[in-house]
């Protein structure tokens, strides 16, 4: 038996069709038209979805997508994407009514740590929590082996957990939330300012690389609000892994190497207490639909 | 049929025999001697639990304790407290050999996270978060009606959580955790700096009600660092509802009324998401007798 997962993304939409074992059997995608009413846009999901359900044998429909969503209902309450639009709709009713299929429906770093939990490198493991570094920050938490989601699927913003109770302000009203300093967006606003002028991520990690003093300073107080943040995660959860993915964890050990010399310098627990890996995500491309599949499978 | 709940508190142990309605049917106490071996203290306890086996029927045993534990083991691998006999022993092996009955055990804020989730004024939620602001600052975190206890037991440690990177220096190593800021420890020094002389927490609540000035800012303070300390497990895990324990919750509506107003005019999320309620806790003098019969109940 078989899963439909559907990634909804700000830029993308991906439907694929995944297997028991975590395998996109097949998929499609085509690109958000902001212009396009969410209405519209489910129906042009819906169609290919019976296509696929001709074909294949489908037990249900998972969604995952941005913003804070009524789980219930699968209505979007708020987004900073291109998916205004498609506020409003009860997604769950009508993607049911349109396929007469099972729909469950979660957040996109939700799904993502899911993805991880049930066929990443890290399938084994009883906790993870993943945290996305992208324009903005956001995580899924895996406990016990299920998704801690909140009440109507509204926590897991781990984006949100301040840092600094009198730091930086937020864009969602707080101050010192972990987005303020570890996002893509605060980075290139850090680096902005030490290099008095714009230089994009990929460039800062690469001058790091090459021992740039003005790169060095930038990413190593980055990696002090990051393993602050992560360090919390660690105190609160103990999870057994915490993996990055997002647009800034493609700098791979030039991101995990010195945070992990952080971590370990800084406090873990006591000597005997279970130690934490942090790793990059295993998953990529295929992540959310996976996900997305496993809120069925 | 029901469970031994042993409560290991630093002053005293209570054992106790719960039924499945969460009752306890009967129960026993003893002070803690800090000279007396954990071995010895453990046969004391398991000779009660003989007696109680005689007369009930007994399903098994849970253990709450404080400190860092091994779960697998029960091995106590940190205490702040009177109970340093008792490291080093598998508490699981000796009281299943004692006694002949499965042996359970967890952290006693765990336990009593678990006994409000089960048995007090919100059993009927799925989320709670138990905050034990004592002394020093614990917690218990139930999520989808289950603990979260993360790897082996060892997290869930609420008060050491930083919400201030740089902030002030805890006992564990970290700067800014909320142990630091909101313990009955710290909330006496921030009076006393305020005061210029030493008051009981107690006397500060009864001058805060009263309208005294220096007593007002101090309790202002306090309600910052919780309320931002709240917040940011709101964020996290958006629970039903966050309980608060622990010799300050005696303070009762005079803690929780600021509080309230503190985290509404705040972030909370956005409008049409679920709201969390903080409350005192409901079960009190029992309610580590009750959370530690839950482990088996």
Redesign the interface.
């Known amino acids: 038996m078989n899963a439909i997962g559907i990634d909804v993304g700000g830029t993308n939409i991906k439907i694929g069709v995944v297997s028991k074992q975590g395998k996109v059997l097949k998929q499609d995608a085509f690109r958000v038209d902001p212009k396009e009413a969410g209405l519209s846009a489910l129906k042009r999901i819906a169609k290919i979805i019976n296509q696929y359900h001709k074909q294949y044998d489908i037990k249900g429909i998972g969604v995952g997508m941005p913003g ?1 969503l ?1 789980l219930s209902t699968g209505e979007l ?2 987004s900073s994407t291109t998916l205004n639009s498609w506020r409003q709709i009860n997604i769950i009713k009508t993607l049911t009514k349109l396929t007469k299929l099972k729909v469950k429906i979660s957040n996109d770093a939700n799904v993502a740590a899911l993805a991880e939990a049930r066929f990443g490198k890290y399938k084994n493991v ?2 993870l929590i993943l945290l996305t570094l992208g324009t903005g920050v956001g995580g899924g ?1 895996i ?2 082996k ?1 998704l ?1 989601e ?3 699927g ?5 984006g ?8 930086r302000k937020c864009g ?3 101050l ?1 939330c972990l987005e303020a300093y570890v996002s893509a967006k605060a980075l290139k606003k850090d680096a902005a300012k030490a290099f008095k002028k714009e230089i994009p991520v990929k460039d800062i990690f690469t001058l790091y690389e090459k021992g740039n003093p003005i790169a060095k300073k930038v990413i190593n107080e980055y990696i ?2 990051l393993g ?1 943040g992560i ?2 995660y660690c ?6 892994v915490i993996l990055l993915s997002g647009g800034i964890a493609k700098a791979g050990s030039l991101l995990t190497k010195p945070l992990n010399i952080y971590l370990k310098k ?2 873990y ?6 130690k ?1 890996l942090v790793d990059v995500a295993s998953l990529h491309y295929d992540s959310g639909i996976i996900g997305a599949a496993s809120l069925i499978l």
Do not use: W
């Open positions: 804070i009524d309450l708020y009883n906790s938490i406990a016990n299920h801690v909140g009440n109507n509204q926590g897991a913003e781990l949100h957990m301040s840092i600094d109770y009198h730091g969602c009203g707080r010192g002090t609000y602050e360090l919390n105190i609160i959860f103990r999870p057994e800084h406090h627990g006591i000597k005997g207490t279970a934490v």
